[in-house]
């Protein structure tokens, strides 16, 4: 991948990202995330990490995305009014924000920034790899794993299962004669 | 180098301009088609010289369908209700339409052509992990109707989305099993190999399609496409008797033309999907690439250019009859309730699913085809 095409997609992964806190409305939050999602997948595909990429797309930006905007509407979330409070709230609010910003700026300095470009080998992140590596190397990790999805799986039907009514034997009150409903008498209107 | 990359751009365009063409036919096959099936005339006023109504031929409504009608689609005021997401609702259809148009590019048309040396795979890109593409990109289809229907503003849209959102995660399940268990049977996911695995004859004389060796992997994907493509049985999104049209109920002009062009393209992706992985792409039956070798131990040599015409002709043959096909179940049966819907996407397309990528596991492991 070239270097301004991965700088590009850093900066669009970094500005839908500061999106999603920005927005007041939940909905365009939401695309913002799914745009963080998706730049960042396709510099996943860039960077040889092909099932990776795909994967972060047909999981997160396919499916889990959708769960939120189910949430979202559930929940009927509505724009949101902005910062409330008092404004010296506001301030030490602010100044703790930036502290913050300044702490993980200093953890985050140079030595960690150098980053080492290394040359993988050919086949590298591919799907045959992969499943070779899982299927191998992890493949109790793995077998653990799907085997404690499908325990919640089956425990999350369970518990939204509808209970079968049960109805207890009542004592059968002494039959009432029907009522019979009267016919009623279509008033003619005189035309 | 650079004739590769002329290639790739001309063959690019030429996929999505053959997907806007499937979905001019479907357009037409929609008005014309129906009328013959319901037995009525159908649209068949609008000429443009009047030439051949004064020379008696009988007006087949091509110009009325595929000509007049988008003209007044585009021409039509284009309306953004109060109160709607101004920025969303007009986002919304082009997020529908753009998955789709992205999907047709993974789908190899022919085999392949010599140009100066130079060979040239005739399929816009050969990406190796290509069905892995095509999961991806129909799962974000979703995204473009689901706020259509929020950001309209008008409960009957917002209804519909919520339906065509629950339809389609649940129907793309059934779907990626069906993909899934043709991708164990070839081995690959690159979707020109699987097509070249369904090359050559078992018995002397049955092709080797998919079909033959995964029918149920068929009529699994064939049923979750044509819910995907939310056509009827599966418009429960825009079921027009209930929710008057569903998720574009506040679309007008170009934005609704869009919308439509969508739902078409999608069922010309479904046809192309099924040609694919069952119906061996571009596959012609007994022919290789020196010429047919036919049943009987008869062979005729065919030019190596002339093979890969006839390939691309072949596998747009059976993604017309499939479109054709498809246009005939939108017209034959009735629309689903919602929890038959549900029901035969969880309780029957799933299990099935899973049960067919169980069998398949089995006959690949006993075959010993594993690496």
């Given at each position: 991948?070239?270097?301004?095409?991965?700088?590009?997609?850093?900066?669009?992964?970094?500005v839908?990202?500061?999106?999603?806190?920005?927005?007041?409305?939940?909905?365009?939050?939401?695309?913002?995330?799914?745009?963080?999602?998706?730049?960042v997948?396709?510099?996943?595909?860039?960077?040889?990490?092909?099932?990776?990429?795909?994967?972060?797309?047909?999981?997160?930006?396919?499916?889990?995305?959708?769960?939120?905007l189910?949430?979202?509407?559930l929940?009927?979330?509505?724009?949101?009014?902005?910062?409330?409070?008092?404004?010296?709230?506001?301030?030490?609010?602010?100044?703790?924000?930036?502290?913050?910003?300044?702490?993980?700026?200093?953890?985050?300095?140079?030595?960690?920034?150098?980053?080492?470009?290394?040359?993988?080998?050919?086949?590298?992140g591919?799907?045959?790899?992969?499943?070779?590596?899982?299927?191998?190397?992890?493949?109790?990790a793995?077998?653990?794993?799907?085997?404690?999805?499908?325990?919640?799986?089956?425990?999350?039907?369970?518990?939204?299962?509808?209970?079968?009514?049960?109805?207890?034997?009542?004592?059968?009150?002494?039959?009432?004669?029907?009522?019979?409903?009267?016919?009623?008498?279509?008033?003619?209107i005189?035309? | 180098?650079?004739?590769?990359?002329?290639?790739?751009?001309?063959?690019a365009?030429?996929?999505?301009?053959?997907?806007?063409?499937?979905?001019?036919?479907?357009?037409?096959?929609?008005?014309?088609?129906?009328?013959l099936?319901?037995?009525?005339?159908?649209?068949?006023?609008?000429?443009?010289?009047?030439?051949?109504?004064?020379?008696?031929?009988p007006?087949?409504?091509?110009?009325?369908?595929?000509?007049?009608?988008?003209?007044?689609?585009?021409?039509?005021?284009?309306?953004?209700?109060?109160?709607?997401?101004?920025?969303?609702?007009?986002l919304a259809?082009?997020?529908?339409?753009?998955?789709?148009?992205?999907?047709?590019?993974?789908?190899?048309?022919?085999?392949?052509?010599?140009?100066?040396?130079?060979?040239?795979?005739?399929?816009?890109?050969?990406?190796?992990?290509?069905?892995?593409?095509?999961?991806?990109?129909?799962?974000?289809?979703?995204?473009g109707?689901?706020?259509?229907?929020?950001?309209?503003?008008?409960?009957?849209?917002?209804?519909?989305?919520?339906?065509?959102?629950?339809?389609?995660?649940?129907?793309?399940?059934?779907?990626?099993?069906?993909?899934?268990?043709?991708?164990?049977?070839?081995?690959?996911?690159?979707?020109?190999?699987?097509?070249?695995?369904?090359?050559?004859?078992?018995?002397?004389?049955?092709?080797?399609?998919?079909?033959?060796?995964?029918?149920?992997?068929?009529?699994?994907?064939?049923?979750?496409?044509?819910?995907?493509?939310?056509?009827?049985?599966?418009?429960?999104?825009?079921?027009?008797?209930?929710?008057?049209?569903?998720?574009?109920?506040?679309?007008?002009?170009?934005?609704q033309?869009?919308?439509?062009?969508?739902?078409?393209?999608?069922?010309?992706?479904?046809?192309?999907?099924?040609?694919?992985?069952?119906?061996?792409?571009?596959?012609?039956?007994?022919?290789?690439?020196?010429?047919f070798h036919?049943?009987?131990?008869?062979f005729?040599?065919?030019?190596?250019?002339?093979?890969?015409?006839?390939?691309?002709?072949?596998?747009?043959?059976?993604?017309?009859?499939?479109?054709?096909?498809?246009?005939?179940?939108?017209?034959?049966?009735?629309?689903?309730?919602?929890?038959?819907?549900?029901?035969?996407?969880?309780?029957?397309?799933?299990?099935?699913?899973?049960?067919?990528?169980?069998?398949?596991?089995?006959?690949?492991?006993?075959?010993g085809?594993?690496?």
């Amino acid at each position: 991948m070239p270097p301004f095409l991965y700088i590009f997609l850093g900066a669009l992964a970094v500005v839908s990202a500061l999106g999603v806190i920005m927005q007041r409305n939940p909905i365009h939050s939401l695309l913002a995330l799914i745009g963080t999602l998706m730049t960042v997948a396709i510099l996943f595909i860039g960077e040889d990490a092909v099932v990776v990429g795909f994967l972060q797309i047909i999981v997160y930006a396919g499916a889990i995305m959708i769960l939120f905007l189910f949430v979202i509407w559930l929940l009927n979330l509505q724009v949101e009014a902005g910062p409330t409070g008092h404004l010296a709230l506001k301030f030490f609010g602010s100044i703790g924000a930036a502290l913050l910003v300044a702490e993980l700026c200093l953890i985050l300095a140079p030595p960690h920034l150098l980053v080492k470009f290394t040359h993988e080998p050919a086949g590298y992140g591919s799907l045959a790899s992969l499943a070779a590596k899982l299927f191998t190397d992890y493949l109790v990790a793995f077998e653990v794993t799907s085997i404690l999805l499908l325990a919640a799986v089956v425990g999350s039907v369970a518990l939204a299962r509808r209970l079968p009514v049960v109805f207890e034997e009542q004592p059968r009150a002494v039959e009432q004669p029907r009522v019979v409903e009267q016919p009623r008498v279509v008033e003619k209107i005189a035309s | 180098m650079t004739i590769e990359l002329i290639a790739g751009a001309i063959k690019a365009i030429l996929m999505i301009v053959i997907g806007l063409n499937l979905s001019l036919f479907l357009l037409y096959f929609e008005r014309k088609g129906s009328a013959l099936i319901q037995d009525r005339i159908g649209s068949n006023r609008v000429t443009i010289t009047g030439l051949g109504k004064r020379m008696g031929m009988p007006n087949l409504g091509i110009i009325n369908t595929t000509i007049a009608d988008p003209v007044k689609m585009f021409t039509k005021e284009d309306f953004v209700p109060a109160g709607a997401d101004k920025f969303l609702h007009t986002l919304a259809p082009f997020l529908a339409l753009f998955p789709v148009m992205i999907t047709f590019v993974v789908i190899p048309f022919g085999d392949q052509i010599m140009i100066h040396g130079h060979r040239i795979g005739l399929e816009a890109t050969n990406l190796n992990a290509g069905a892995l593409y095509l999961l991806a990109t129909i799962g974000l289809g979703v995204y473009g109707v689901a706020l259509a229907g929020w950001s309209s503003n008008n409960r009957w849209a917002l209804l519909g989305g919520i339906r065509a959102t629950a339809q389609m995660i649940s129907y793309e399940l059934a779907m990626g099993l069906a993909i899934v268990s043709v991708i164990m049977t070839f081995g690959t996911l690159n979707l020109q190999e699987i097509v070249r695995g369904q090359g050559g004859v078992w018995f002397g004389f049955l092709p080797r399609w998919g079909i033959f060796v995964q029918p149920l992997a068929f009529i699994l994907l064939l049923v979750a496409g044509a819910a995907e493509s939310k056509r009827i049985p599966f418009d429960l999104p825009e079921s027009d008797s209930e929710l008057i049209q569903g998720y574009f109920t506040e679309y007008s002009g170009g934005k609704q033309a869009v919308f439509m062009l969508t739902d078409f393209a999608e069922q010309a992706l479904v046809a192309m999907l099924l040609t694919t992985f069952f119906l061996g792409g571009w596959q012609v039956p007994w022919l290789m690439r020196d010429g047919f070798h036919l049943p009987g131990g008869a062979f005729l040599a065919v030019p190596a250019l002339a093979v890969s015409i006839l390939g691309v002709i072949a596998f747009l043959v059976k993604v017309v009859a499939l479109c054709i096909f498809l246009g005939l179940v939108r017209w034959t049966l009735p629309r689903f309730r919602y929890d038959q819907l549900m029901r035969l996407g969880w309780k029957g397309l799933v299990p099935l699913g899973l049960f067919n990528v169980l069998i398949t596991a089995f006959v690949v492991v006993a075959t010993g085809r594993v690496q």
